[in-house]
């Protein structure tokens, strides 16, 4: 039995509705307990901000994709190099680093849970090779079934039931998480070197659309009773005028779930543009805002650029075509048979550039008017708009005016026209960034039951102390010291036990995988199927029996039991 | 006569991979290919042997002609042979000239070394069980 | 006499970056007897096996071969890395994932060097695609929809043989009625060969020209055919025009290259235009390029050793960080340049494979080997020690040359340690051994 206490906490707790209250902190084995001896260690949190541990609910950090990105860039593993230190593994890489780069960099940050935003099913193996040497998180994969056959073939019978057992199956059998849609149909059509212009578009050799795509997931995902809803990569990311489709995208679902959302709407800010052209884009946040504060059952992440170097990497193979024949920069393409498909360039966002500032504001405005916090999560679609070590700088300009009036006042200056961002004079609390950063994201994954994002008795002690105290620190004029704080703890605790203190990862505890368990009646089994299995035998390049994810890969696996009621 | 010799898999050679003491490998991965008008030049017939030379090193081989090759050029299969005859220089790429070894080929009745004999002139110690 | 037989199925093949995973094999009292499904190369690594196994570690004594227990080859082994001022630990391509991975550790532990057969095959095409990118995709995406397939220095009759029925030509394909009917293949090779007589367009151009033919095949795709002269290394200037022509109908093309363009002339910058070429052909149409690995799991080597160090190949620790710069680091260079004072050898045989240089130097230091079978490097080496083989005895994850994690499945037990084992247990010694130092 391990026993350690935190006092002297300045807790903010929102699930708890802890709202800065200054208190103790007991742990017991891993978990929150009411009260502990009086003899165990003791952590003096000295008043400093303390909260759960933070959880990144959309980023890129193992898998193929990101693993060529990293492959394919020795100039920024260069950039980003440093040695064995103590318990930490040497590392390389700034936008895209290697896993113990990723792993000991969120640690610093209090990050202690993070959802790989995209795994194709079928090589859903490197993904869970590469959790496992991301060593201080707990880990989860979203699973890509936007070009995925089985599910067309559901959608086009219009069968829910089917397209749940296809899907129930599936993510047991890769071990994923949640569901993945990235410009459903559009992958597909990027096969023949094609896109889709509109969710009414019909998908090349399939007899559907984008928006029955979109509604059969929903449905499906609603009748699993999956802990997360649909994650969904809009249609038409970073096209001038996307604005409708997203608009007509939030439209789509009904309020199916009293839990949490129904829609999860990803890295928004690549899909709030107005315009036609390049040259006259410009923000729409402000309709796609309202639409969203009208619809609780959506919730979005921010996808928020920051300026300077990164990698964009998707599965949204035609994308990342179109960004190359703007770029010219190096595209790497990877389609995935039957499943889905990817592209990688690497960017350079510059405030000089109107587009990139308009994007930059987008970002923050959508933050800003989404009004209830709980409905937009802070990210950057890690690396796409920026690495993830630029949070800290935008939770500085979420809580502070002035920095941003400072900021919008060195971007090009056609972003003050073309965005709404100079009027909004709304500045975030302590409360709301805790919401943007880990107690929302629980909520959205629906891992609160897992003990994630919360101080409740019996809770994973997973907790991020920051040398701030907010009862002593304006964040609206010190934004400075706020930005510091939160690029490093001063202790993350991940199930009770000190692993970063002071930016140093000073050792690690094994990390789990969390998935989705279907248990589905007889008459949802997938196998029974002669044209689900066809699919193995004929068109997939593997065999059935060497797709399965062995138990091997989930060591520490923790199953999370889903079904249909029968 | 100076010919630039290509390497490269073949079945043979890569079905003893695992064999590479075995007779079958050594007889595959001594056996470079010529045009047969080369090897009338040279005044060898099938089955005949040749000895290549580059950089003062020099390797003999089985020759056996396929009409299939171009003149000036020869195919021996990727092995300790072919790799004999090939420098240490990458050109800064790691990687070295491996199919385009320029060798000088004339007539031998030396004989041909086994695998193990040959890593021996490199400094090995044949292992023979 | 009682038999015991036994069909095992959806094995995977060990043998080349196909990773055929359909393998199905019988086995007779614990032997394998017949094998399913598998190519020639294949078929001879399963039904060859237990003939041409090491029976136990050996040690090099002055001229002779002495047999030594497992124990001792490991302390061998830890005290030889241990000592050593620039180890190089290569090879890695026939062995698993997790053993690969282990070896990236060993490496920075001890301050050495990890490269992989890479560096002597296709090195030369991840630094192109580190220039210009990879628009590439899976194997099974090329068999549903390719209707045009290009294999340029490449003779995969020979060397994968089961490419064109299960990926290419002979594949079945979704979006094809008669796939084999309906698919053209052009073969680009400086030779005639087994897959050169199957191509539907084969242009045979001259050894080192291929930088040249694509930089002509770039221009007319461009709509730029009058810069390009009647005959380019070799090839008539209307054969590539009707070629560029093929390309640009197809539906999807797929071009896989080989070791014949990595190997000569520019190397490199051979890789880079082809790349550059599909690129040019995807404003057209839908075109991929694909490298065709040779080693079962070379792949995942480029995948391990990049999460861990960042890099795919050629890592060197001397410094502490993770430094990769191919030409200098990569295992030929370090060779030639007598820079190693020691080696260990994981699952790859550079007595067959190195220039003749770089094999008098591994014959002088101290060189580790860790090969199931006497290979020609077991005539340099000082210690070899047999381990059980990945895909027979041993299991783990292997990549195919598309990026498609499969794990290989352990069917036969023969009580030979397992590479992983033996590594896990080095790396631990030396790691107290360093604790205590």
Redesign the interface.
Known sequence: MSELLIKNAYVIDPLQGIHGDIMDISIRDGRIVDKVSGSCEVIDAAGNLTLPGGIDSHTHV?G?KV??G?????ED?RAG????RGAM?????YTV?????NSYRYSKMGYTTLLEGAMAP??A??TH??FA?TPMQDMLANTLFDGNWSLFEAVGDKDIRQAAAVIGWTLAAVKGFGIKLTNPGGTEA????EDLASIDEEVP?WDITPREIIDTTIRACELLHLPHSVHLHCNNLGMPGNYRTTLETLDIPGDMNPDRQTLYLTHVQFHSYGGNTWGDIKSEAEKISDSINNKPQVVIDMGQVMFGRTMTMTADGPME?RL??LHH??????????ETGSG??PVYYSRKSSVNSIMWAIGLELALLVKNPWQCMLTTDNPNGAPFVKYPEIIGLLMSNKYRSKELSQVHKLTTDRTSLGSIDRELSFEEIAVMTRAGQAKALGIINQGKGHFREDALADIAIYPVKPDQTDPSLQYEEVIGAFQQTLYTLKDGVVVSRDGEVITGVANRTFWSKANLPEDMDVLKSPRFVEKFS??????L??YLV?D?YVQRGVAMNTGVNS | MKIRINSGRTVIQGSHVDQKNSPEYFRETSTIRLNPVDMMEIGIDDGERIKARTDNLSIVLRALSDDSIKRGTGFLPLGPYANFLVGGNTHSTGMPDFKEADADIEATVDTITTVGELMQQLGGVPYRR | MFHIEDKVRHIVCPYCGCLCDDILVELTDGRISGVENACTLGAHKFLDDADNRLKGPIMRKGDQWVDISYEEAIAYAVQTLSEADRPLLYGWSGCVTETQAIGAHLAELIGGVVDSTTSVCHGPSILAIQEVGHPGCTLGQVKNRADTIIYWGSNPIEAHPRHLSRYTNYADAYFLHNAFRERKVIVFDVRKTATSEIASEFVQLEQGGDYHVLSALRAIVRGREDVVPDMVAGVPKSQLIRVAEMCKKAKFGALFFGVGVTMTGGKYKNIRNAIEFVDELNRHTKWTISPMRGHSNVYGSNEVFTWITGYPYAVDYARGIAFYNPGETTAVDILARKEADAALIMASDPGAHFPRTCCEHLAKIPTILFDPYPSATTHLCTVQIPCAVNGIDAAGTAYRMDGIPIRTRKFLETGYPTDTSLMHEIYEQIRERKEHV
């Open positions: 193992c193929t693993n060529f990293r492959y394919m860039s020795p593993m190099r440093t040695p064995r593994y040497p590392t390389s890489g680093p290697t896993t113990y780069g079928m090589e193996r490197h090779e590469e040497a990027w096969g023949f070197g050799n075509f190359y024949t920069n190096k595209w790497s393409n990877h389609d995935v048979e039957l990688i360039i004929r068109f997939y390049s593997v065999d029996e060497n062995q091997e």
